[in-house]
Structure formats: C-alpha cells, structure tokens
C-alpha cells in the first residue's frame, strides 16, 4: 500500500509528519543543504502540525479577546547527516507537552531512512501583547489526544 500524500502532510499517532523536496535554492554552495534552512523545514512542518489539527495560525490571534499566539522560546538542534538536492524530507513532529503556557515538540528530519536532525523545540504560549498566556485546554486536548506513549 503507498503512502497518501496531502500538501499540509497529516497526522499520525502522537503527532504530524510532512514531506518536502530540497530544492537549489535550500543549498550552499557545497550542493548541501545550508544549515538555517533546516529551521525552514522545521517551522513548515509545526505550522502544518497546526494546520491538520483544524488550529490556522492565522485565525489564533483572534480566537478570543486576548488573542493567541505561540512563538519559539528555545531550541536544541542535533545536526547528524546533510541532505542534498532533491532529496525528499520527511519532517515529523511529536507532542511532548501541552499545557500551561508551553508546549515541547520533538522534531526530525530524515531522507531515505537516515535522520538527518534532531530538534526539541519549546514553544512559549503568548497573548497579541506577547505576554504569557495559558494554552486553551480544547487546543492542548488536540496536541495531546495524539501524544505518543511515554
């Protein structure tokens, strides 16, 4: 059986998993994927995380009166093995937590069964005047309805 493809990917057990071709412009001059481009690959599959859970970022800013908005605190990144030109990215995302005012993602990346990254990411839970603010519990039951086993 193949695996169906969706622009935004889709969501597996305990998170999201995305595919995305490396194009030239994602290379240095090496043929090797720049390494602030993983960051790209990274941000697009939280986005479309977000996306397939029915949460438009777009949208978040005015879910309430407050407004919501989720911004990177900190990242650990692993560098293992570079990609290069054409070659298809798997960028999956796991929920680690949700709740309070952060939420903790594992990411990966990984071509033809050799990972390529590692990430942890947090993820501060702010209001539009960028101060703290608790994650609505109906959003953090969507990140960890499918939260992997611990």
Request: charge should be negative; include cysteine; proline fraction near 3%.
């Amino acid at each position: 059986m193949t695996e169906q493809f969706h622009i935004a990917g889709h969501l597996i057990e305990g998170g999201h998993r995305l595919h995305q071709r490396v194009y030239y412009e994602d290379t240095d001059f090496s043929g090797l994927v720049y390494h602030a481009r993983y960051l790209h690959f990274l941000e697009r599959g939280r986005t479309d995380y977000l996306r397939c859970l029915g949460c438009e970022q777009s949208e978040l800013i005015g879910v309430d009166e407050e407004g919501l908005v989720f911004v990177v605190h900190r990242m650990e990144i692993d560098f293992k093995s570079p990609a290069r030109m054409d070659d298809i990215l798997t960028i999956e995302t796991i929920t680690e937590k949700a709740g309070g005012a952060k939420m903790v993602l594992r990411q990966t990346i990984e071509t033809a069964g050799r990972r390529l990254i590692e990430a942890k990411v947090v993820i501060a839970v702010v209001n539009r005047l960028g101060r703290p603010r608790r994650l609505p519990e109906t959003i953090a039951e969507k990140f960890l309805a499918g939260k992997a086993p611990e």
